[in-house]
């Protein structure tokens, strides 16, 4: 009858409007998932940049993710460095000795040198702790040197000096990188940058 299909009719469309809006609503709360999950991901100051590395030190290997947890205040140079690695190093030190105890023990300098050809690991073990006990110098060969370099934006160049007795010299960036305890490039600091705007860039990661 008349009566009953358009009862038929009504309920159909109740029916579906009820699963339309099931439809909707699963969407929105997977949506919200979603964009939950995404927020609670750490996030890379500079996407593409960083990453783990195993490079050797006076005690053998020792791999960025041996500093987990820790906050890894890291620099390329080489010993020879007339100007750059001494003032970089020098501030870092100085970063380090005004933080407290507990907070410099979770603080990892790291030196990586891209001059294997005179950097020894006991040379540079030398060189690094005469700026802070703490610090570690490591380097490896030229292509695993150069990927390090290269994950982490740097540069370098061996430059040539035919009348000095160091036969070469090495251009390279100047730049202090900040990893956080997740391994994770947090921060790019200048190599003169005041031993105060490095300490504070140490203390906002722990």
Same mark, same amino acid.
């Given at each position: 009858?008349?009566?009953?299909?358009?009862?038929?009719?009504?309920?159909?469309?109740?029916?579906?409007?009820?699963?339309?809006? *099931? !439809?909707?609503? $699963?969407?929105?709360?997977?949506?919200?998932?979603?964009?939950?999950?995404? %927020?609670? +991901? &750490?996030?890379?100051?500079?996407?593409?940049?960083?990453?783990?590395?195993?490079?050797?030190?006076?005690?053998?290997?020792?791999?960025?993710?041996?500093?987990?947890?820790?906050?890894?205040?890291?620099?390329?140079?080489?010993?020879?460095?007339?100007?750059?690695?001494?003032?970089? *190093? !020098?501030?870092? $030190?100085?970063?380090?000795?005004?933080?407290?105890?507990?907070?410099?023990? %979770?603080? +990892? &300098?790291?030196?990586?040198?891209?001059?294997?050809?005179?950097?020894?690991?006991?040379?540079?073990?030398?060189?690094?702790?005469?700026?802070?006990?703490?610090?570690?110098?490591?380097?490896?060969?030229?292509?695993?040197?150069?990927?390090?370099?290269?994950?982490?934006?740097?540069?370098?160049?061996?430059?040539?000096?035919?009348?000095?007795?160091?036969?070469?010299?090495?251009?390279?960036?100047?730049?202090?990188?900040?990893?956080?305890?997740?391994?994770?490039?947090?921060?790019?600091?200048?190599?003169?940058?005041?031993?105060?705007?490095?300490?504070?860039?140490?203390?906002?990661?722990?």
């Amino acid at each position: 009858t008349q009566k009953t299909m358009a009862k038929k009719s009504i309920l159909s469309k109740f029916g579906m409007l009820e699963r339309v809006t *099931l !439809a909707v609503a $699963a969407l929105v709360i997977l949506a919200s998932i979603a964009i939950f999950s995404l %927020r609670s +991901q &750490p996030q890379s100051a500079y996407p593409g940049l960083g990453g783990d590395f195993t490079l050797n030190g006076l005690n053998g290997p020792v791999a960025l993710q041996d500093y987990r947890d820790s906050v890894v205040v890291m620099m390329f140079g080489f010993t020879y460095c007339p100007d750059i690695c001494p003032t970089g *190093l !020098a501030n870092v $030190a100085a970063a380090m000795n005004l933080l407290d105890e507990d907070t410099r023990q %979770r603080v +990892q &300098p790291i030196f990586i040198s891209v001059d294997p050809e005179r950097d020894t690991v006991k040379r540079l073990d030398e060189y690094t702790r005469y700026f802070h006990p703490q610090a570690v110098g490591i380097t490896a060969d030229k292509p695993a040197i150069d990927r390090v370099v290269s994950q982490y934006g740097a540069f370098y160049q061996k430059v040539p000096l035919p009348d000095s007795e160091l036969k070469y010299s090495v251009d390279h960036s100047a730049r202090i990188y900040v990893i956080n305890r997740q391994g994770e490039l947090a921060n790019l600091l200048y190599h003169n940058s005041p031993p105060q705007e490095l300490a504070d860039a140490m203390k906002a990661l722990l």
